[in-house]
């Protein structure tokens, strides 16, 4: 489908803005491209909601809320979109019959395969286009103006979003998707930035979007020489207004004017008495500086030159060189004043020795995509192999070849298709891995699982000599606790249970009798008695000539001064227990008093007589 035959529309689909035009017989129709917001607007000050090229019509722009479709680089709100898009196809905007035009449509980096047949169904089964072709706004810029001719082989596109910034290399023509590397500051995030600053040291702004854009592009700029810059408006701390640094912003009343306007240090004061002022010092060159040193709000990120070092060292070292002669930037983050010259120091320092650097800009990087997308519009010949037509869409879907190169691949086949023998690198690197897949599993070459798990990595020489120590000691612990329980005493066993407690030290021997019970003594009446012994017995009347006898026991330490023979302790001959001779009556009354008196309980249950007979008995 020619694209002179009927009409192109052009559209650069950013995350802040809608960049769009129409392209017939080769030439732009409209000299300016329509850049309109890319948000569902309400205001609370008129009460009423406007799509994206209606905002103009917007009479208050206090308090406004932005409903965006893009969120964090991506669209996530495809109802918003689509209600912009209408907008831009109605006779309102451009009046265009979209089942008879061809489309040109930028996408995020990166953009995920299902976002992608989203777009796909958006644009034939929703608008049914004749034909289409969407890319990154990279992939644009090799037709555009931007490196001048001839047009480089190698290139450097550094993209300053809304959302993200972008560094992509592109090798004859083809982003290289492993190297790209993205740096999570954009527009979006410096607008916060100024927005909370402001708040929080001045006037209260959280809610006045709007008018903090229009301050961060009207008044910051990139400083060349930020030490310096930060230090001289240190020195007019006290008296800011004196400093040559200052920016005064004399804010709208938002009813009849829409924008404010900017007052130098050697301009006077506002015209009116009543207006309100925001002062801008150090913040004017603290915002932007986010892009070069993104750690200063707490990310763990690199600035956009050693990203840009970065991505170029990923490249071949034969032809590193043409990436440093050939670094583009686009995005409306790069239109601050010093942006370029900050970014050609920082480059030449980080760039080999020998290297020559130059940094391409455009005097409108807001539009330099848009740009390029117009150009390619305008030649057919080199547009037609890029476009899809409805009808193959309809045939194939989205894997149709027009759009098959659109999806970013996986980076491992990437990096192996680099290899001058990509397929057999592929081939080589997908059997090494299987192999070690199996070796994990633990699956030998003949399919059978071997005993465990085979390590990942295996012991050092240290690390095996300190696990030989280590089952050495536990080989001597074991030894060492059968040695102590073959030496440890068994317990008597009672029907196969084991024995209660420990056991003793000395054990009895096994053919210790058992030992004789001490028999009860014997009333003074001759009578035995029945139960406990008598408390208090009765005295024994001894003769004076009478022989003591010792009883069981310790003999005594100081025995008794006499002439007749040693004491010896006396062996009682004790039979069963409760049964006595007559001839032994006698000997035991005698020995009832050198006995050791039994243990006496002081309770008693049940009362006594003189003979220790229970009374009741």
Known sequence: MSSHSHPTIVLDNGGYTVKAGVVRNKRPVYPTPKVIQNAVIRSQGDNKTYLGHEFENCVDYSALHYRRPFDRGFIVDWDAQKAIWDGLFSEDMFNVDTTTASLLITEPYFNLPKAQEVYDQFVFEEYEFQAYHRATPASFIQYGTLFGRPRPDCSVIVDCGFSFTHVVPILRKDIQWSSIIRIDTGGKLLTNHLKE?????????????????????????????????????????????????????????????????????????PEKEDAQILLMHHERFQTPELLFRPSDIGLDQAGIAESIARSISKQPEELQEMFWANIGVIGGS????????????????????????????????????????????????????????????????????????????????????????SAETMRVQAEEEEKERRKLLGVREDGKRTVGRPRKVPLTEDEIRQRELERERKEREKERRKDKEARKPSGSLKKGKRPVGRPRIHPLPSETPERPSVSVAASTSGKRGVGRPRKNPPPVEESPTAVVKRGVGRPRKNPPPDEGPKWAPVVIPVGKAGKHSEDEDEEDADLSVSRKRPRIRMKRKKPVNEDGMDVDT
């Open 197 to 269: 600053v402001t708040s929080l040291r001045q006037w209260d702004m959280l809610d006045q979007t709007y008018i903090v854009n229009e301050v961060k592009e009207a008044c910051c700029y990139v400083s060349t020489a930020y030490q310096r810059d930060l230090d001289l408006c240190k020195s007019f701390k006290r008296t800011p207004l004196e400093s040559p640094l200052i920016h005064r912003y004399v804010l709208p009343d938002l009813t009849k004017e829409k924008t404010g306007c900017v007052l130098t240090a050697n301009d006077g004061p």
């Open 334 to 421: 790069t239109e601050f004043p010093g942006f370029k010259e900050r970014l050609m120091n920082e480059l030449v320092s980080l760039a080999p020795m020998g290297c020559e650097v130059i940094v391409w800009a455009s005097d409108t990087p807001t539009l330099e995509a848009f740009n390029s997308l117009q150009i390619l519009a305008g030649s057919p010949s080199t547009l037609a192999p890029l476009l899809l037509t409805r009808e193959q869409y309809l045939e194939h879907g989205s894997s149709s070849p027009p759009l098959a190169h659109t999806y970013w691949p996986d980076w491992k086949q990437i990096a192996a298709s680099n290899d001058s023998n």
